[in-house]
């Protein structure tokens, strides 16, 4: 079994980190702050006027972009960063362990470090995480899931169904913002395979050398995403990184590489990554809403410009190459 815990690597007090966690010079983070003046748009659900350009603009020149008054309770995103926090620091290491996904398997539920499978010499992550799988609901075994405290799993249950159908009211947003109908590109995915992933970023000695989460497009549909109050999520625009000011009200909509397929990359997935910072832990929380295994992918509009996939296909080939931006969708283009 898989021990080694980046929290345990921290709490060890080290002024340098690890080598296997050292990024190359080219994908460092410039700790020291551009005037980047650009910033991922807020919008805002409850206004429908120019909401349907508003989205069109975001999806093209971002393809991430925030979301307020979503309908999802606040409370509920503050439970949720509040169950997350209390698992990571609140539980000795040896209680944590209990729930130890398998280190042979990628993307399998519980608590883990290594994201890619094990033949992969990738730099490693900054980060430990717990994922748990929520849906359908057949995937759906609290038992898997934390005992503590007391409302872990209602949260993370009732959260999953807020996120849900948040996902289905943007892709239909997204859909008819491209003149296709309300159902268009939820119709070519099917029924959604969910999974949320709460990710642990604790501090870090180097945080110029390492990155939490390195620069990756999702591969699924759509990732919707909370941060707590201390940021580090930057999103890659016009050849710079920028970061994603983290809002406690706002939900972070990404899009993933199937929905650049299905939308025939008149909407992009926004690549991003994640940086550390020597002061303070910081928790996020990414809901992810992906295709079945067996489901064919294609373009919605034509002439199609990406090759029909299976998506099991491509998630095999994404977790044994690993992500570089976005390689893997590129490798489709026709």
Known sequence: METLRVQLLAEKGEISVPSQYVQPPETRPQIEKTNVKAAVPVIDLSSRTNLLDELKKACKEWGAFQVINHKVPISLLDDMRRVGRTFFEGRTMEEKLKYSCDSASPASEGYGSRMLVASNDTVLDWRDYFDHH???????????????????????????????????????????????????????????????????????????????????????????????????????????????????????????????????????????????????????????????????ISPALHPPRYRPVIYGDYVSSWYTKGPEGKRNLDALLL
Not at 154 to 166: F, I, P
């Open 134 to 296: 929520t849906l359908p609901s057949s995937r759906r075994n609290p038992s898997h899931w934390p005992e503590s405290p007391a409302d872990y799993r209602k949260v993370v249950a009732e959260y999953s169904d807020h996120m849900k159908a948040l996902a289905q009211e943007l892709l239909g947003l997204v859909s008819e913002s491209l003149d296709l109908t309300c159902q268009c590109i939820e119709n070519v995915v099917g029924e959604f395979y969910q999974n949320i992933t709460i990710s642990y970023y604790p501090p870090c000695p180097q945080p110029e050398l390492t990155l939490g989460l390195q620069s990756h497009s999702d591969f699924g549909a759509i990732t919707l995403l909370i941060q707590d109050d201390v940021g580090g999520l930057e999103v890659f625009n016009n050849g710079e990184w920028v970061s994603v000011n983290p809002m406690s009200n706002a939900i972070c909509v990404i899009l993933a590489d199937q929905t650049e397929i299905i939308t025939n990359g008149e909407y992009k997935s926004a690549q991003h990554r994640a940086v550390t910072n020597a002061g303070r832990s910081r928790l996020s929380v990414a809901t992810f809403h992906d295709p079945a295994k067996t489901r064919q």
